[in-house]
């Protein structure tokens, strides 16, 4: 039962531009969700987070948007750069804070 | 100076052999935890550890197993491999729960054949 799903394998943006990377999730007790970035032939790094009591979270070229009622989360870079090609994973935190996370999505910056 | 290593980056073996991989983290961070990326690409937490208490992903077959000779340090052992165990596993760490405190190595391949 996957609990966070990435329903986007790849996603293809034009430099400059804005990538939106989207994740649903299923369970409701999540108390916090992150996003993290991973380049090839490296382990994920942190890219941002948003706890459960907030509906947004902006750091610089990323902001996050949490919509409980539909249990939806995205993560928006603007304006994107050719370095952000990665894929990025969603994770949710449950009780016991352990991450739950989706498959990834590949986002490829074309220049 | 890297942060959180894994040995090997790569490794191949034959189905019903013993393998280890190592884990160090230079953070002094007190816990660590190992993950496995199926087929899929999903990351699933197999074990987290730190010097008082092990959680053990109960999904996780007790032929895996972690080792921790000191703080800095959580090796992964799998006894007789089976094709399934093919994966890429991360080890991590982090000084306390705080969102985006886990640090990642940066994976080690195995292909059981």
């Known amino acids: 039962d996957q609990q966070v799903k990435q329903n986007s394998p790849s996603l293809s943006v034009q430099e400059g531009r804005i990538s939106i990377l989207n994740c649903d999730y299923t369970?409701?007790?999540?108390?916090?969700f992150l996003w993290y970035k991973k380049y090839p032939a490296e382990g994920p790094t942190f890219l941002i987070s948003?706890?459960?009591i907030k509906d947004k979270n902006e750091d610089g070229r990323f902001t996050v948007f949490l919509n409980k009622s539909a249990k939806h989360l995205s993560l928006h870079i603007v304006p994107s750069q050719p370095g952000d090609s990665a894929v990025y994973f969603c994770?949710?935190?449950?009780?016991?804070?352990?991450?739950?996370w989706g498959a990834g999505t590949k986002l490829i910056i074309k220049p | 100076d890297t942060a959180v290593s894994q040995t090997p980056k790569y490794l191949v073996t034959q189905m019903g052999n013993d393998k280890s991989i190592k884990c160090e983290q230079n953070?002094?961070?007190?816990?660590m935890y190992w993950y496995k990326q199926d087929s899929k690409k999903f990351l699933k937490i197999m074990f987290s550890y730190n010097n008082k208490e092990l959680i053990i992903n109960e999904t996780v077959p007790n032929r895996f197993s972690p080792k921790s000779p000191d703080k800095a340090h959580l090796n992964l052992h799998i006894n007789s491999l089976e094709l399934g165990d093919s994966a890429v596993y991360f080890c991590?760490?982090?000084?306390?729960?705080?969102?985006?405190?886990?640090?990642f190595g940066p994976g080690t391949r195995l292909t059981v054949l």
């Open positions: 953070l002094g961070h007190d816990t």
């Open positions: 991590a760490s982090s000084q306390d729960w705080r969102p985006g405190g886990q640090y």
């Open positions: 369970n409701s007790m999540f108390d916090y």
């Open positions: 994770a949710a935190a449950d009780s016991n804070y352990q991450l739950i």
């Open positions: 948003i706890s459960s």
